[in-house]
């Protein structure tokens, strides 16, 4: 199977889960700043949401550009890593309505661990795919960033648990910055 195939499918799936996502902010009950102000966590959660959601799709997007062979655990690992991306919507819902408590925080937390997780998971059949030696192989040899990313998701949800719920938004929300930049790794393996 090319590998343009499954690069189209999570496109188009994620930008209908884009989509989906805006689709749930509500606008502001009046047109003052003030009614503004009362709606204002939820914009800022459906903005880490989609920034989230973005960054899953540029980097995946990035690695693909190493990608040679596709197979049948690749796509599984694709459709896991799709399914917990169509769940950003329903957790950013749960979580812009109820911000302090922890069972929608505690969900919101696990789609993003489940998203990462399956990232990594995508890495390891890509590289079974590919090769170890392939330039794939060699991206997702010694990925320290997936590794803290991972600890800092587990990280997040136990201080939710133990301090306070909004702590999980907020740890999860300063991973981003780590993935921001796609990894440049694979411009270096690239050339």
Same mark, same amino acid.
């Given at each position: 199977?090319?590998?343009s195939?499954?690069e189209?499918?999570?496109?188009?799936v994620i930008?209908?889960?884009?989509?989906?996502?805006?689709?749930e902010?509500?606008?502001p009950?009046?047109?003052?700043?003030?009614a503004?102000?009362?709606?204002? @966590?939820?914009? +800022?959660?459906? %903005?880490?949401?989609? /920034?989230?959601?973005?960054?899953? *799709?540029? $980097? @995946?997007?990035? +690695?693909?550009? %190493?990608?040679?062979? /596709?197979?049948?655990?690749?796509? *599984?690992? $694709?459709?896991?890593? +799709?399914?917990?991306m169509?769940?950003?919507?329903?957790?950013?819902?749960?979580?812009t309505?109820?911000?302090l408590?922890?069972?929608?925080?505690?969900?919101?937390?696990?789609?993003?661990?489940?998203?990462?997780?399956?990232f990594?998971?995508?890495?390891?059949?890509?590289?079974?795919?590919?090769?170890?030696d392939?330039?794939?192989?060699?991206?997702?040899?010694?990925?320290?960033?997936?590794?803290?990313t991972?600890?800092l998701?587990?990280?997040?949800?136990?201080?939710?648990?133990?301090?306070?719920?909004?702590?999980?938004?907020?740890?999860?929300?300063?991973?981003?910055?780590?993935?921001?930049?796609?990894?440049?790794?694979?411009?270096?393996?690239?050339?």
């Open positions: 199977m090319p590998k195939r499954i189209a499918f999570t496109d188009a930008a209908i889960v884009m989509t989906l996502l805006v689709l902010l509500h606008e009950k009046g047109d003052t700043f003030f503004f102000e009362g709606t204002a @966590h939820q914009f +800022i959660i459906y %903005l880490i949401s989609f /920034v989230s959601l973005a960054i899953y *799709w540029n $980097n @995946h997007h990035h +690695i693909f550009q %190493l990608v040679h062979k /596709v197979d049948g655990r690749v796509l *599984w690992a $694709n459709n896991l890593l +799709i399914l917990t169509t769940l950003f919507p329903y957790a950013t819902v749960w979580v309505d109820y911000p408590s922890l069972a929608p925080q505690m969900m919101y937390g696990l789609v993003i661990f489940g998203a990462d997780l399956s990594c998971l995508l890495g390891i059949s890509l590289t079974r795919a590919n090769g170890k392939s330039s794939v192989g060699l991206l997702f040899q010694d990925y320290k960033k997936m590794r803290a991972l600890v998701n587990v990280l997040a949800l136990i201080v939710g648990w133990l301090i306070h719920p909004l702590l999980i938004l907020i740890v999860n929300s300063i991973m981003l910055t780590l993935w921001v930049v796609p990894e440049k790794k694979v411009e270096k393996i690239a050339k």
